[in-house]
């Protein structure tokens, strides 16, 4: 069991917007900035979409924005496309360990 | 551009260890921190460690403790996972990363899948 909670499963049609939570506690989402977001499409490495919370990497579209709300982080996609069909995991830490989440699918219908 | 090149699929046997490479090229080698973390099929990832190029000082997640080593060598660049005492749960796909800035993991090897069987 993970010590950050994801739903297991989004959907969305091409073009809507989804939103994935991800709840940790006072202790490390809501105790820092150091939220991360990582897409994986099967059979490859995970990639990173979002970091400290609200950030992007060079060459990561603006239409994946993260968030946070006390213990809970959030990470929107806008303007669904097929190739977001993919996983996606948050991160966080507390104290010294990096903690992950149990990762949700998204499935684009 | 900075690359992480992982060694080669392992068989093992229970009880046996196996210990992955990491070689690292594009940029200063002890510049930053090489995290280790694994995925079982099928489920989600698994942070393992990370050990500092430039110190040597490594970080392990409990789950691991007295089970894992993590080393480096700086003069090929590269960075080593060792972990000992194998059973069927440590089948895995094993990945190295690089952070970016404090625990972002922005580059990635290809990963490693170790197959522990009998």
């Known amino acids: 069991q993970s010590a950050l909670t994801q739903p297991a499963s989004v959907s969305g049609s091409p073009g809507q917007s989804i939103t994935i939570s991800c709840t940790g506690t006072n202790s490390d989402i809501g105790g820092n900035d150091y939220v991360s977001w990582y897409q994986q499409h099967p059979g490859k490495a995970p990639k990173l979409i979002i970091y400290e919370v609200t950030n992007r990497p060079s060459g990561v579209p603006n239409r994946f924005s993260g968030s946070k709300s006390g213990n809970t982080a959030s990470l929107t996609i806008s303007g669904l496309q097929a190739d977001d069909e993919a996983d996606y995991f948050c991160s966080s830490s507390r104290s010294s360990t990096l903690l992950i989440g149990g990762g949700t699918k998204l499935s684009v219908l | 551009q900075v690359q992480l090149v992982q060694s080669g699929a392992e068989v093992k046997r229970p009880g046996a260890s196996v210990r992955v490479s990491c070689k690292a090229s594009?940029?200063?080698?002890?510049?930053?921190?090489i995290y280790w973390l694994r995925q079982a099929p099928g489920q989600g990832l698994e942070w393992m460690g990370w050990?500092?190029?430039?110190?040597?000082?490594?970080g392990y997640a409990e789950k691991f403790q007295g089970r894992v080593t993590m080393t480096r060598d700086n003069s090929i660049r590269t960075a080593y996972m060792e972990l000992s005492r194998l059973s069927s749960e440590d089948t895995a796909t094993y990945y190295c990363?690089?952070?970016?800035?404090?625990?972002?993991?922005?580059?990635w090897g290809q990963g490693t899948l170790v197959t522990v069987s009998s």
């Open positions: 594009g940029y200063s080698f002890t510049s930053y921190e």
């Open positions: 990363a690089r952070n970016y800035g404090y625990n972002e993991l922005q580059f």
């Open positions: 050990v500092n190029p430039n110190t040597g000082n490594t």
